[in-house]
């Protein structure tokens, strides 16, 4: 009877998975099993229900009305799972799990993922799924439990742990500089068209950058003849001369000190931006998430501040 339950509770986190991220494959990647199990997984749930969880085509896979209703609880069952055994673990200080985690794509692997094995080191039964990218995530539509974000946040239903504010720099490459000329503010780099490497993602229809006139905050808009939604790509774009970048410093700073970019427009700066660690409200807390959150927020918060480097 054990085994049964625990063959179900599998069902179930697997249907969870495969309804956040709308793909059998991406489901099955996620929870380190094949697409074929995951979709067994799914029919096992389906028979014992008696309905059709999802619709599938062979381009996409949807939630029937029934599987959106099946949703709202299984997520109540998880997370009541969850809680127990947190707790229980806090009592037995073991805590076991998988913990789902994203991150900018540049600090995260300059600052994020370094830390990750440490922690796991020192809790050796959790997981961490650390996923990488520079768009914007949803963390409750995509199943995170914590996501670590440049800018500043508004959701309310979000707590945010803040970690550090960082400086933002425009740069280029001396090749560059050398063919187009040493903007110095952010009216020169409109007005003579300067090649700005833009980071942009599907659905977003203007390109700007926040630069700091004076005392105020000045939006400027421009027409980016290559964009990106990697920044680590546009920075490659960057050392090979084919524009400018707006970073923080603390991704480029190797760059400036070698010399491989240069600073520009120095006299109108892009405003400076926040580094948090933001995860959704809950009556309770999961520990396993609260002890990472904790040992990465003062990883982070003790890396950058004995950096010798003006972050």
């Not at 008696?50 to 029937?64: A, H, I, W």
């Not at 209703?69 to 009592?91: F, H, N």
């Not at 546009?234 to 707006?246: E, F, K, Q, R, V």
Request: charged share 25%.
């Amino acid at each position: 009877m054990l085994d049964f339950h625990m063959a179900y509770i599998e069902n179930v986190k697997t249907f969870v998975r495969i309804y956040e991220l709308g793909s059998m494959s991406a489901a099955g990647r996620d929870l380190r099993i094949s697409a074929a199990v995951a979709s067994s997984r799914i029919a096992d749930l389906e028979r014992r229900l008696g309905v059709r969880l999802f619709n599938r085509t062979t381009r996409s896979l949807k939630p029937t009305e029934q599987g959106e209703l099946y949703y709202k609880g299984a997520i109540k069952i998880l997370d009541t799972i969850d809680e127990v055994e947190s707790s229980i673990a806090e009592i037995t200080a073991n805590p076991k799990g998988t913990i789902f985690i994203s991150a900018p794509l540049g600090i995260g692997k300059k600052l994020v993922a370094p830390f990750v094995p440490e922690f796991k080191e020192q809790y050796p039964d959790l997981n961490v799924r650390l996923r990488l990218s520079d768009r914007s995530v949803d963390i409750t539509s995509e199943g995170l439990d914590a996501a670590f974000v440049l800018g500043n946040q508004t959701d309310s239903e979000m707590r945010i742990r803040p970690i550090h504010e960082f400086e933002r720099v425009l740069c280029a490459s001396p090749a560059y500089i050398e063919k187009f000329g040493m903007p110095e503010n952010g009216d020169e780099l409109f007005l003579n068209q300067h090649k700005c490497l833009m980071l942009r993602f599907p659905g977003v229809v203007e390109f700007y950058w926040t630069l700091q006139v004076g005392r105020t905050p000045k939006r400027y808009q421009f027409e980016a003849p290559l964009e990106s939604d990697d920044g680590d790509v546009l920075t490659d774009w960057a050392l090979a001369g084919s524009g400018i970048i707006n970073k923080t410093r603390y991704e480029v700073a190797p760059y400036l000190q070698s010399g491989q970019l240069v600073e520009v427009a120095k006299f109108t700066p892009p405003t400076s931006q926040p580094f948090s660690c933001v995860y959704p409200h809950k009556r309770l807390q999961d520990m396993k998430v609260r002890l990472f959150i904790d040992y990465m927020v003062n990883r982070c918060r003790k890396r950058l501040g004995a950096s010798t480097v003006k972050a």
